[in-house]
């Protein structure tokens, strides 16, 4: 059974901190893994991953793939109260964009 | 960039009666659109791939007489609750595969919370 899952589920951190998120998966026909940020509403896209070692960064995000072991991992610099929301991970398992997403985990960013 | 809206953003209805959420891929065409649902403190779960042109197709454990999808043009898909119960009040978004020159992804739409009273 495919599956995607992320740790921790939440952590709460100071301004200024660095986070860094985990996604581990099993899934047939991987194709691509994506970041996404959820605050209020729908997710908005951070980054997608298809090669290994590869990083991407965008500002004070990063993040890269290791396919051979199977997970990513989302970096945040210099956290801001603006970061606090939910992060998801999601794993494209076909060339349709057809997605599994991982439970997410809730960051807090605290003055 | 690439946008998908829905309409409404939010939507009251009664037990019994039936909801029409639409998604629409504003600046590009979107052969296939995918339908999710997110209960509170839960991540995204896949209900439906939209297919233009033919019949949807549904994850398993949701029920396609209920959850009715119709994929009419490149730029609209449409998901019916058919008479809705309060168990069905959660969010539910759309999104759809952009894909372009030199990369793909995947763009939701900015959700539409449906309240079965």
């Known amino acids: 059974e495919d599956k995607v899952v992320q740790s921790p589920l939440s952590l709460v951190v100071h301004e200024g901190d660095t986070v860094t998120l985990n996604c581990s998966y099993e899934v047939t026909n991987f194709r691509s893994l994506l970041w996404y940020k959820q605050e209020k509403k729908a997710p908005t896209f951070l980054f997608m991953l298809?090669?290994?070692?590869i990083e991407k960064k965008s500002g004070r995000l990063s993040s890269i793939l290791d396919k051979k072991e199977l997970f990513s991992i989302l970096n945040i610099t210099a956290t801001q109260t603006g970061d606090s929301a939910i992060y998801l991970c999601a794993v494209a398992r076909d060339s349709w964009g057809k997605f599994q997403f991982g439970a997410g985990t809730q960051v807090v960013v605290t003055p | 960039g690439a946008v998908v809206s829905q309409h409404p953003s939010w939507v009251i209805c009664k037990s019994g009666t039936s909801v029409k959420i639409e998604c629409r891929s504003l600046d590009f065409q979107a052969t296939t659109m995918f339908w999710y649902r997110q209960f509170p403190k839960q991540s995204l779960m896949l209900m439906a791939t939209?297919?233009?042109?033919?019949?949807?197709?549904?994850e398993q454990g949701v029920e396609k007489d209920k959850f009715l999808i119709n994929h009419a043009s490149l730029t609209l898909s449409t998901l019916t609750v058919t008479s809705a119960h309060p168990e069905d009040s959660s969010f539910y978004i759309c999104s759809a595969t952009f894909f372009g020159p030199s990369t793909d992804t995947q763009y939701f739409g900015p959700g539409t919370r449906l309240t079965v009273l």
């Open positions: 298809t090669s290994s070692g």
């Open positions: 939209s297919n233009e042109g033919s019949k949807a197709t549904y």
